[in-house]
């Protein structure tokens, strides 16, 4: 299962942190990947980037918001985090944390709707 | 960019059989693309039902199946029921230099 966390509202040009924790599985499983996707009415459902812990830790994501975004482990919590900087209103939407594997994206945490407004 | 392609809407009627297809800007979509289907209903998030192109989960009702069909992903609904009215998303895998995963646009399911 996987429970977000993280405040609906944001300022333009400040940092979008949002957290997911992960029960009934580990953050270091080296057949999983922990991924955040988000949703809007302009932009549909949206792949933004992902971690996994393949004997070391790698990171992917989507050319749509690299260079302003990071996911990071957290071992000791048992959970992963979004941070996207430089946010403006096209930000604006459902965020999701999703696992997934060679089976399928099985586990969508819960949502959180993040509003970029001043 | 990548773009994934779906039908923006269908309708069909309560028992009929319906297709929805996921197409890419980049050529023919294969196994190799991981074809993912999720069934959306409003405020709830994505529930998967097919991975791999034609894998069900443990909860994926039977009529529903997935495959590739002339060049595109397909998801196909038979005996379709009431309760499948929803929006329907496929996903797509790239990883030709850059790893990249694609959502289409969505299909929005109506039965009447």
């Known amino acids: 299962q996987l429970q977000q966390s993280g405040p609906g509202l944001v300022k333009p040009s400040q940092t979008l942190s949002l957290t997911c924790a992960i029960s009934?599985?580990?953050?270091?499983?080296?057949?999983?990947?922990w991924n955040w996707v988000r949703q809007s009415p302009s932009r549909g459902l949206e792949w933004l980037g992902r971690?996994?812990?393949?004997?070391?830790?790698?990171?992917d994501y989507s050319m749509s918001v690299k260079g302003r975004i990071a996911v990071n482990p957290d071992t000791s919590k048992n959970q992963f985090s979004l941070h996207l900087n430089s946010v403006t209103p096209e930000d604006t939407g459902v965020y999701y944390c999703?696992?997934?594997?060679?089976?399928?994206?099985?586990?969508w945490g819960q949502g959180i709707l993040v509003t970029v407004s001043s | 960019q990548t773009v994934v392609t779906q039908e923006p809407s269908l309708t069909v009627s309560p028992g009929g059989t319906v297709t929805l297809t996921c197409a890419s800007s980049?050529?023919?979509?294969?196994?190799?693309?991981?074809p993912n289907w999720f069934q959306q209903k409003p405020g709830h998030a994505p529930t998967p039902l097919i991975y791999?192109?034609?894998n069900k989960h443990s909860w994926t009702p039977a009529r529903f199946s997935g495959s590739l069909l002339g060049g595109k992903a397909a998801l196909t609904v038979s005996d379709v029921q009431p309760e499948d009215e929803a929006d329907y998303y496929c996903?797509?895998?790239?990883?030709?230099?850059?790893?990249?995963?694609?959502f289409g646009g969505g299909t929005k399911l109506t039965v009447l």
């Open positions: 999703a696992r997934d594997s060679f089976s399928g994206w099985t586990s």
């Open positions: 009934g599985d580990s953050v270091s499983s080296d057949t999983a990947a």
């Open positions: 971690t996994l812990y393949r004997s070391k830790w790698y990171y």
């Open positions: 980049t050529g023919t979509v294969t196994s190799a693309n991981y």
């Open positions: 791999s192109t034609s």
């Open positions: 996903l797509l895998h790239y990883s030709d230099g850059h790893l990249d995963w694609v």
